[in-house]
Nanobody
Framework: QVQLVESGGGSVQSGGSLRLSCAAS????????MGWFRQAPGKEREGVAA????????DYADSVKGRFTISQDNAAMTVYLQMNSLKPEDTAMYYC????????????????????WGQGTQVTVSS
């Protein structure tokens, strides 16, 4: 059973930093697409960042480029989202998502389809 468990959310002031973690389990495929998404109240869900676990290519939403960094620890089956220079508009519930066992030619990006989702972790940025 695939499980994705997010952690690391919290409340910070504008300009601060947080690092989110997504601990994954329940699968053995090596080439996976892991993504971070967020959803603020009253807004649509937005893809934030994505990474291929075997290859390391990344994709970011324009709104977070230069501020957020997605990374991975394959041995620990954990994906991270380092968030710097946080803004109040970054306030949202952040979700980890996975598309497992992707082909080498398959795209992995913030607008992809992800079958597996975590429960989310709240990030609140105050001005």
């Amino acid at each position: 059973q695939v499980q994705l468990v997010e952690s690391g959310g919290g409340s910070v002031q504008s300009g601060g930093s947080l690092r989110l973690s997504c601990a994954a389990s329940g699968y053995t495929s090596r080439r996976n697409c892991m993504g971070w998404f967020r959803q603020a109240p009253g807004k649509e869900r937005e893809g934030v960042a994505a990474i291929v676990t075997n290859g390391g290519s990344t994709d970011y939403a324009d709104s977070v480029k230069g501020r957020f960094t997605i990374s991975q620890d394959n041995a620990a089956m954990t994906v991270y989202l380092q968030m710097n220079s946080l803004k109040p508009e970054d306030t949202a519930m952040y979700y980890c998502a996975a598309d497992l066992g992707i082909d080498w030619w398959a795209p992995c990006g913030v607008s992809g389809n992800y079958p597996f989702w975590g429960q989310g972790t709240q990030v609140t940025v105050s001005s």
